[in-house]
């Protein structure tokens, strides 16, 4: 591998994420997020001859990183590698006449090699353009998002997506800063945020710009938005007795993701007081543990990004 494709990722949870998909030998899987072939690789490993694989990734590099990771593979199960976002999920199935699959893994996580690689712009660390585009063949960037935006709005997004206490201060600065002149660089973007802030906050253990970096990037990806149309496929999709298996890093995407499987539990709106049940919604499976699953101390310590991982199960009831 060249050193411009180099697409080094560490998959989270690796081992953990496969025991909770309790995979099928001749099962069909979907791995949502490729990244670089880690939890793809696993997951083949444990197919036979009449298994399956359906990996996809909205970023392409990651995609050709996953298919020379399976392509080493012994397995002798059947594999595919699509550039894809989660929103186009229903279309490959349809499309390959996939009537639905025993499990489907998703990690939320932005890979290593997208933060690391200062062309990707998503470092606040290394001054690089204001991309932070996960799929590079989209028109929208972090420099031409930054154009359109107003004060109010990039407010709200810093303040919802980067649970930033300071969103005001900061979009104030930005805005101010792009009508005086263009803002074309990561590192100049990160050191507008961190002026604006109160000293105090400068010296906290995280960089100042981390959580504005981190709702930029999720606005300009529209990472919600395909979250929560992931999410709505999902019941169509899964076979009986089939898991899901999802990876966040996030607050926002975890609350999401518990909410639903909890709905998917337990989807009676009825009153409390309610004798019996009037509104004849039936349950479309059970949450597999009461509470997430996080990284281990040792792989804490190994890769500082598990950190803030979290695994959630659910299985897929029919019958």
């Known amino acids: 591998m060249s050193k411009d494709f180099d697409y080094s990722h560490i998959p989270v949870l690796a081992q953990e994420a496969i025991e909770a998909l309790k995979i099928d030998p001749e099962g069909i899987y979907i791995d ?16 036979t001859q009449n298994g399956r694989l359906l990996a996809l990734d909205r970023d392409l590099k990651a995609t050709d990183a996953a298919r020379l990771k399976l392509e080493n593979s012994s397995s002798p199960a059947s594999w595919e590698v699509a550039h894809a976002n989660f929103s186009s999920l229903k279309d490959l199935l349809q499309e390959r006449e996939i009537q ?3 499990g489907l893994l998703a990690d939320l996580g932005v890979s290593s090699a997208q933060l690391d690689q200062s062309e990707r712009g998503f470092s606040y660390h290394i001054d690089g353009p204001l991309d932070m585009r996960m799929d590079t063949e989209s028109d929208l960037t972090a420099f031409r998002w930054l154009q359109g935006i107003s004060q109010e709005e990039l407010s709200r ?3 919802e997506y980067g649970e930033e206490r300071y969103a005001d201060r ?25 002026k604006s ?3 105090a906050s400068r010296r906290e253990q995280q960089h100042p710009a981390r ?8 606005a300009v990806n529209n990472e919600l938005g395909e979250l929560e149309k992931l999410l709505d496929l999902l019941p169509e999709v899964i076979a009986d007795r089939g898991r899901i298996v999802i990876i966040t890093f996030h607050s926002l995407e975890d609350r999401m993701v518990k909410r639903r499987f909890a709905e998917w539990e337990k989807p009676c709106v009825c009153p409390p007081d309610l004798p019996v049940c009037a509104c004849d919604k039936e349950p479309l499976g059970k949450v597999i543990r009461s509470k997430h699953e996080t990284a281990s101390t040792l792989e ?3 890769n500082i990004r598990s950190r803030s991982a979290r695994l959630r199960v659910f299985e897929r009831r029919i019958t």
């Open 157 to 159: 997004v810093l303040r």
């Open 211 to 218: 959580r504005s970096f981190h709702a930029i990037r999720i």
């Open 100 to 102: 639905a699959v025993d």
């Open 170 to 194: 900061i979009s104030r600065a930005i805005i101010s800063a792009r009508d005086d002149h263009v803002i074309n660089t990561t590192g100049e973007l990160a050191s507008i945020i961190a």
């Open 32 to 47: 949502c997020t490729a990244g670089g072939g880690g939890h793809s690789s696993m997951i083949l490993e444990n197919l």
């Open 197 to 199: 802030m109160p000293a």
């Open 300 to 302: 804490k310590k190994i």
